[in-house]
């Protein structure tokens, strides 16, 4: 990667800073003193945001980052001898360095997926061990929204998932890291995927949407909450200055924060794919319903591609690229990443 690059490319999301609202609620909150680890007024206020979004049930903690959140709100409900079912493309079965295994000690049983999305049908083969004391039991579906591939489950989809697990004593978690842009994407709020159609604990995502740092596990089945408190704690995730953490979520939450700067990334993918359609040798390669862009480049052009404008080699095998827009991506960026695959592709 050229050390020439601009400032900003579509290697992810996390990549971009946090947004100038975030940090001004950040600095107006490093006032004076505050009393540590969450028992400040603006962590409650925070907290009471959340439940204007998901509901007057909706119990939250913050934590450092997403996979302490997966981790912990997984931790929550799912005991050694028990399995977690997610598609083989998860962020808890590729990205989190077996943090799921080691620390819960549980199997992460996958299930291929032609979309990164589960559904009843491809989770069914898997619950014939139930009771049979030599296999891991299924306690729990883990889906992402936004997936892993930028596809999106409907509120439908969730419900049936969400319907399916509670008939097998199961739990429905979220992986929420990107779902600011799903529900911008789906044009509804967030309750209508989360609270109102069944999931019991989600990890709500902060810095793929302009926080500096920190996520949040909330938790809509009060019963998984139980002594989360300790858990987080033992699990190194309880930060002592917690209203900075907070602070940032109250200010995603306020005034449509993350609405607007999901909109607008959005609103960029779908202006960088129009861009790539037009462009011989590119080929698209997943539908765009959040902030990512998949596509296809010649293979012996990607290397030039990347040292301008930074992205990830989603496959290997077929040079299949993810391309992903944040807050702060601008139609330059776009129309300039353009302009340089034309220029190296030679069209």
């Not at 050694?80 to 620390?103: F, L, M």
């Amino acid at each position: 990667m050229s050390s020439e690059q601009p400032s900003r490319g579509f290697a992810s999301d996390n990549w971009a800073g946090a947004h100038p609202e975030v940090l001004a609620a950040v600095m107006a909150a490093n006032v004076g003193h505050q009393v540590a680890y969450g028992d400040d007024p603006y962590t409650a206020s925070a907290q009471a945001r959340f439940r204007e979004h998901f509901g007057d049930g909706a119990e939250t903690h913050f934590v450092f980052n997403g996979t302490g959140a997966n981790v912990l709100g997984l931790e929550s409900g799912v005991l050694s001898h028990q399995s977690v079912i997610t598609p083989v493309s998860a962020h808890i079965n590729v990205d989190e360095c077996g943090a799921p295994e080691r620390y819960i000690g549980c199997k992460v049983q996958t299930v291929r997926t032609p979309d990164g999305k589960l559904t009843r049908e491809l989770v069914e083969p898997l619950m014939h061990v139930v009771g049979n004391e030599h296999h891991s039991q299924p306690r729990a579906l883990s889906i992402t929204q936004s997936t892993e591939y930028g596809t999106v489950y409907t509120p439908d989809e969730i419900a049936l998932l969400a319907e399916f697990a509670h008939r097998h004593d199961m739990f429905l978690h979220m992986d929420g890291a990107r779902i600011a842009n799903a529900a911008a994407g789906l044009g509804v709020p967030l309750r209508a995927i989360t609270s109102e159609v069944g999931v019991d604990v989600l990890s709500f995502g902060g810095t793929k949407n302009g926080a500096m740092f920190g996520e949040a596990v909330v938790f809509l089945n009060s019963g998984l909450a139980k002594g989360f408190k300790f858990r987080r704690k033992q699990g190194m995730q309880l930060a002592s200055k917690m209203r900075f953490v907070a602070v940032q979520f109250e200010a995603l939450l306020t005034d449509d924060l993350w609405l607007r700067s999901a909109r607008h990334a959005n609103s960029m993918a779908r202006l960088l794919e129009k861009e790539m359609r037009g462009i011989p040798g590119v080929t698209i390669t997943r539908p765009v319903q959040a902030n990512g862009v998949f596509a296809i480049f010649p293979r012996e052009h990607i290397g030039a591609l990347q040292e301008k404008y930074f992205f990830f080699v989603w496959d290997e095998a077929i040079s299949e690229c993810r391309l992903m827009c944040s807050f702060d991506t601008t139609e330059d960026d776009v129309r300039g990443f353009g302009s340089h695959v034309r220029s190296v592709l030679g069209g």
